[in-house]
């Protein structure tokens, strides 16, 4: 069966401070993989997917970036966060079906 | 244009059914999505209904209209662990991406 692993569970990084999280899927290849942020009380927010190996669409601009070096696996940067930068961060995965998240970071930027 | 709307908030009793509503309109459909997430987790999926008619899984149905461009989600005997919110959302056709509903807060009272 499918697994999908996200860490940090819990992070607070000052402003301008670097971020890096990270996220692996295991028992499939070449699934579609996302970054989503929720910020407190909100919806949804998709910020990256990817459909292969390197291959990364940005939904909204901003100071994040996510890169896809491996097939399974998916990581969240930024070079300076900032405050508006706190917030649930998931990773998701999907084939033709339904996404499945991984148990997130909550990012505080203090 | 997208747009996915279900009811901000909902109070239930404990033992009793409730029917969450959600209307959709996209440019495409391929699937509608119902997912639960209680507070500061991760959502889980909970449906999928890409035809029409009721889906039933143990307590939880949901039921979908194309035409009418809406599903519910009906929970019964309902328990207070069911208190979560519960996100409606919709895979158009040209992508893997979903579109998210803002999430129904339903509060179970004893």
């Known amino acids: 069966s499918q697994t999908i692993h996200q860490w940090p569970a819990t992070l607070v990084q000052p402003v301008g401070s670097p971020l890096s999280l990270e996220c692996t899927v295991e028992?499939?290849?070449?699934?579609?993989l996302y970054w989503y942020r929720q910020a407190a009380g909100r919806g949804l927010q998709l910020l990256f997917y990817s459909v292969g190996i390197g291959q990364i669409s940005s939904e909204v601009p901003q100071n994040l970036s996510a890169s896809r070096p491996q097939d399974r696996q998916f990581i969240l940067s930024s070079k300076k966060l900032l405050l508006s930068d706190s917030g649930f961060y998931l990773c998701?995965?999907?084939?033709?079906?339904?996404?499945?998240f991984g148990n997130g970071t909550r990012l505080t930027v203090t | 244009g997208q747009n996915i709307d279900q009811p901000t908030e909902m109070t239930a009793t404990e033992g009793a059914i409730v029917q969450i509503n959600c209307t959709y309109q996209t440019s495409g459909f391929n699937g509608l999505f119902w997912y639960q997430q209680h507070a500061g987790e991760a959502p889980t999926f909970l449906s999928y209904?890409?035809l029409d008619g009721l889906e039933e899984k143990g307590r939880f149905s949901s039921f979908l209209s194309r035409s009418k461009g809406y599903s519910y989600l009906l929970l019964k005997e309902l328990q207070m662990k069911d208190s979560a919110s519960y996100l409606c959302a919709v895979r158009e056709d040209s992508n893997y991406q979903l579109i998210w509903g803002a999430g129904t807060k339903l509060i179970i009272k004893p």
């Open positions: 998701a995965w999907s084939e033709v079906g339904p996404l499945h």
């Open positions: 209904n890409v």
């Open positions: 028992g499939t290849s070449n699934p579609n």
